[in-house]
């Protein structure tokens, strides 16, 4: 057989040149996964005081779930704020996770921090699933890719503490987690697709037609129907595209994450989501090439504000503790430690690479175009990874509505326990209002829910107990109601409609 010479060199350029390619769609600028870091931590600690303000209605023995109704309605469950029912030892959990969170935000023992916030909001998330919405998995999945990446290289106590590497990173967990935000677009994108309304530009106009979503601009927006027309061929134009974030490198791709987290940071200004959008922002940051950092760190230095973190780093250097080199005859353990560590960084790399596919696998099981192997769905479980994101989709909800929750009392009178005021059956001016966070018109939703029958009983139970331990005057026996109103763009009235969800009686017990 003749050898064509030169075959193996060209075959060997061919393949440094894809892996070359590969590499750069998949790097991320050490900044930016400090930025990365920083976002998580801020939003740990600000999920953790608007959830405290909900401590005892949803995290214990006393609230809409207790730990009875939690394993009885969920089997195991992996949680450790199930552990226990009291409302201090809840607060007790909520201080510790607030301090990691702090750890990660600036970057103190960084891989513990990320491992510890991870498992304590997985525990959270358990605890109570009706309370659950979209931007909660995601921030648990960003979370869970942390903890396989050096978040802590720059801009961290960490990096004072040792040569801060400035580098990007390229790894399968990078990867990972720029495949992660992607996955959300690229599924949410088929289920939207699989609908009408966002195909006939009509998806926005109807989601600001619901008056519990609506706030602020929003109010406005919503009469301004060919502009939510172009913000529904808009939005369901950048979702299709956003594979090209996993293909385009440098401007070209912080133009278009910037698409996406101008879109997100609108829906903050116009639409009671939650924490979502600014999650959904932390996660697009990665995606922000090195001319980007390098712009905002001459900003700094122009604003004197790298002069002064150099001060701290400095202050932070000559405080650390200094390690003397290891002797020359423990050459061998130090070419031992060397091999350690890198047969733990190949482990890492192949836990990182399994979820990856069982990951991928979930979101396409999500479209019907998959399916995950049965020996897979307990692993998906425990460590709550499985996803769907249909978020708004195929269609966005047609039905605003409230609760209305009349409840006799001891001494013969009626009044609305929820609300703690008289019985109204007509529609409030601000359906929003009726909802005091955004926690509760998720978990109300649910309840409304046909899936969700055993949790009226529940919440029933729960309204009995509330009202009787802050009035003086007993509740009997209670009602549970939800009004219902179809959507109504266009200016058009539709009628309310009265739906009996349940009858509860207060002396009773919690009824499974």
Known sequence: MTRIPGRDSIEQSRTSRIAASVRRRVEI??????????????????????????????????????????FSDYGDVYSLHAVWGEAWI????????????????????????????WLLLASLHARNPMVLNGGDVLFRMLLFWG?????????????????????????????????????????????????????NGEAIIYVFSLDQFTVLLGNVLAEYYGLLRVFTYVWITLVVLSPLLLVLTGRARAVLATALAGMHLGMLATMQLGLFPLIVVAGLLPFYPSPVWNSIENSATR?????????????????????????????????????????????????????????????????????????????????QTEQHWRMFAPDPLSTDGWFVVPGNLTNGTTVDVF????????????????????????????????????????????????????????VESIGLYYMAQHSAPYNETEPIERHHLHDHDCGGGLAQ
């Open 29 to 70: 600028d050490a900044r930016a996964l400090a930025a990365f870091r920083i976002a998580l931590g801020a939003l740990l600690i600000v999920d953790l005081v608007l959830r405290s303000r909900n401590l005892v209605a949803f995290y214990t023995d006393q609230g809409v779930l207790p730990r009875a109704a939690l």
């Open 90 to 117: 809840q607060a007790g959990l909520f201080l510790v996770a607030g301090a990691f969170g702090l750890a990660l935000l600036v970057g103190y023992r960084t891989r513990v921090a990320t491992i510890v916030s």
């Open 147 to 199: 903890m396989f990446l050096p978040l802590g290289k720059r801009w961290s106590l960490d990096a004072a503490r040792a040569d801060a590497a400035r580098s990007p990173v390229a790894s399968i967990a990078t990867a990972a987690l720029l495949l992660q935000v992607v996955l959300l677009y690229v599924t949410n994108a088929a289920h939207k697709l699989g609908g009408v309304q966002w195909l």
């Open 303 to 383: 604003l004197g504000l790298t002069r002064w973190l150099d001060g701290v780093s400095e202050r932070l250097q000559r405080q650390r503790v200094s390690v003397p080199p290891l002797p020359t005859r423990l050459g061998r353990r130090s070419w031992n430690t060397t091999a350690l560590a890198h047969a733990r960084q190949y482990a890492v790399g192949a836990v990182a690479l399994c979820f990856v596919v069982l990951v991928v696998v979930s979101n396409a099981q999500a479209i019907g175009v998959g399916e995950v192997p049965a020996d897979a769905e307990p692993v998906l479980e425990v460590t």
């Open 419 to 474: 609300a703690d005021s008289r019985v109204d059956w007509d529609r409030p001016p601000s359906i929003d209002a009726e909802y005091p966070t955004a926690r509760w018109r998720k978990y109300l939703r649910n309840v409304w829910s046909s899936n969700n029958r055993d949790h009226r009983s529940y919440f029933s139970h729960y309204l009995c107990g509330r009202w009787n331990r802050s009035h003086e005057t007993d």
